[in-house]
């Protein structure tokens, strides 16, 4: 019985001791939690900080200041290392203000926008020109402010244009000094598209990721639709996940945020971080 006991007690501090260190590129997405975060935010936070994050990415709170969210971050250990901000906010100078006091506030190293505006499905050339001007005029000013501008594709940027597709309008058309890309594997993947094959296409403009997998039998889509209950647990669905992260590694992306939008988030999550952190512990460099 004596044994017994001590083997459990030795079996829980070695995966607390596990927990404790997940190295800082493995973050969460808090988008992940937000039903939670709805009614109790200090108790998923300390969740989160028992998953065994850092850092995260997340927006403003709900009824509360930039500041007040850094304050009650630090209060679990975790560090914003990267925010949202609406593309409006971007193309409006004094909305643009605010989102680099907000993202200072947070103490935020990357501003991502998730979404271009648009007609319904309807994604056309002149949605990425415009696109193309405000990222390089938002990311210059941000550049001035010490912070990096990215953008989140979501599937529809994938549709045919000339010898390839709008997206790579969009990356050939704005300057990386001022702007780049978080790659969100779930919306690659969704179009048809391979993510290991864009890394390995522009491996200079990817910085941060979204881990996410889908289920093996989910359907292709282009406009940037999908049922959330599709995501799985990563390593168990349709992504190539050995291949996504030997291109990552090799292109040196910073963070690499899990991002469950499932109703299964809380007892997803962990099982996520026990397969990516194989391939980011420091045995693994």
């Known amino acids: 019985m004596k044994k017994a006991i001590f083997a459990l007690l ?84 004094e909305k643009l203000a605010a989102v680099i006091q907000n993202a200072k506030a947070l103490g935020s190293e990357f501003v991502v926008c998730y979404w271009i505006p648009h007609q319904g499905d309807d994604f056309t050339i002149e949605d990425v020109k415009k696109a193309v001007t405000v990222f390089n005029a938002a990311g210059k000013t941000l550049k001035k402010n010490k912070l990096k501008l990215l953008y989140h594709p979501h599937g529809f940027e994938f549709r045919p244009y000339g010898d390839g597709v709008l997206f790579d309008y969009l990356v050939q058309n704005t300057r990386s000094r001022y702007f780049n890309f978080e790659m969100d594997i779930y919306w690659i993947k969704s179009p048809g598209q391979d993510p290991a094959a864009w890394l390995r296409k522009y491996p200079k403009r990817w910085k941060t990721m979204h881990m996410k997998d889908q289920k093996k039998d989910t359907p292709g889509d282009q406009n940037g639709h999908s049922d959330v209950e599709w995501n799985v647990v990563v390593g168990t669905g349709n992504q190539d996940m050995p291949a996504v992260m030997r291109e990552a590694k090799k292109i040196g992306i910073r963070y690499y945020f899990i991002e469950d939008e499932s109703s299964r988030s809380i007892e997803q999550v962990p099982k996520s971080v026990e397969y990516l952190n194989k391939f980011l512990s420091p045995e693994k460099k």
């Open 10 to 93: 030795l079996s829980t501090s070695v995966a607390a001791g596990l927990s404790a260190q997940l190295p800082d590129a493995l973050g969460v997405q808090l988008y992940s939690f937000r039903e939670q975060l709805k009614t109790d935010v200090p108790g998923t936070l300390q969740k989160v900080k028992n998953m065994g994050f850092r850092t995260v990415e997340t927006s403003v709170f709900k009824d509360m200041s930039a500041a007040g969210a850094k304050k009650l971050l630090d209060q679990y250990g975790l560090k914003a290392v990267s925010t949202g901000a609406d593309f409006n906010e971007l193309s409006d100078p």
